[in-house]
């Protein structure tokens, strides 16, 4: 009953607005073999977006709702300025995770060359099966990012490995065993070309 009332409301929503049909689902990206596994899928992906205008179809959306007049604005930027999908390769968003942001910037200070965009990092799925958590354990979405939450606040305070607590010591560091990974990659990286001059 629940897929033939579905099939119904997808076939009244092509027929009573098709450009918005098309533009919601029409455009579709090619990514590498290699990468297609890293990322949810593009219906996945245009499935919030489609559903939120079915429901306007409707009649179940209330506008005078802060958070549903945040979403229309959004969904009309999106289909104004026919939005682009950026995927975020996973190499990047690790030196990203790795970076250190300056304290003082603002969202003043990003600039993109587009007025709407949108931006797909790697799915949690695949983070997760890199850092060795078992998906078998992983009961919904939300405890996914319950536990991704979890694992980033570690790998941000993570100690540093011995070999990077010997090579901060050769370096100079008079306290190298208090030092995170971070922090240890940031002082070999600043003090391995001294130490080398001085050498």
């Not at 390769?89 to 965009?117: C, I, M, Y």
């Not at 060795?132 to 992983?138: F, I, P, W």
């Amino acid at each position: 009953m629940f897929i033939e009332t579905t099939a119904k409301l997808d076939r009244a929503f092509q027929k009573q607005c098709p450009q918005l049909y098309r533009n919601i689902l029409g455009k579709r990206y090619i990514l590498p073999q290699y990468r297609i596994s890293h990322y949810e899928s593009q219906d996945a992906l245009n499935q919030p977006m489609y559903d939120w205008f079915a429901d306007v179809l409707r009649g179940r959306i209330n506008f005078t709702d802060d958070l549903t007049g945040m979403r229309l604005v959004n969904y009309a930027m999106a289909l104004r300025y026919d939005r682009p999908t950026l995927y975020c390769e996973r190499e990047l968003g690790e030196a990203l995770q790795r970076t250190d942001l300056p304290s003082d910037l603002t969202v003043a200070d990003l600039n993109f060359k587009w007025p709407q965009l949108r931006i797909i990092p790697e799915k949690q799925a695949a983070i997760l099966k890199r850092n060795g958590v078992d998906l078998r354990l992983v009961s919904s979405r939300g405890h996914a990012t319950a536990i991704l939450t979890n694992l980033f606040v570690w790998l941000e305070h993570e100690p540093a490995s011995e070999k990077q607590k010997r090579y901060c010591r050769f370096l100079g560091h008079p306290e190298p065993w208090q030092l995170t990974k971070r922090e240890a990659n940031r002082w070999i990286a600043q003090h391995k070309l001294t130490k080398a001059v001085k050498l």
